[in-house]
């Protein structure tokens, strides 16, 4: 499996990004699909996911800021990041879980960093 990530970049204070994460396979395959980031010196934290059913879960802070999407028809998880804050300023990771009988596997692409100016 393969998780492509693009559409970060460097945006000013108060602006809006589109992250797209684009699988090698059928996404409604997965279990969940979410968006991660680190920032410099910290932990990796979620940001939102999104299950199979459509139900979404997002990180309290980002609530109302951030919306994860899906596309089935072309196997693409979106987040719409907007009033962007310097502390945005993360590489964002998509990840996709699936499950196995008892076993749930994770995979993860290779990031895109998202910098935001003040």
């Known amino acids: 499996v393969q998780l492509q990530a693009s559409g970060g970049g460097l945006v000013q204070a108060g602006g809006s990004l589109r992250l797209s994460c684009a699988a090698s396979r059928r996404i409604f395959e997965f279990a969940s699909m979410g968006w991660y980031r680190q920032a410099p010196g910290k932990e990796r934290e979620l940001v939102a996911s999104?299950?199979?059913?459509?139900?979404?879960e997002y990180a309290e802070s980002l609530k109302g800021r951030f919306t994860i999407s899906r596309d089935n028809a072309k196997n693409t998880v979106y987040l719409q990041m907007n009033s962007l804050k310097p502390e945005d300023t993360a590489v964002y990771y998509c990840n996709a879980s699936s499950l196995v009988g008892d076993y749930e596997f994770y995979y993860w692409g290779q990031g895109t960093l998202v910098t935001v100016s003040s």
């Open positions: 999104i299950t199979r059913s459509g139900r979404t």
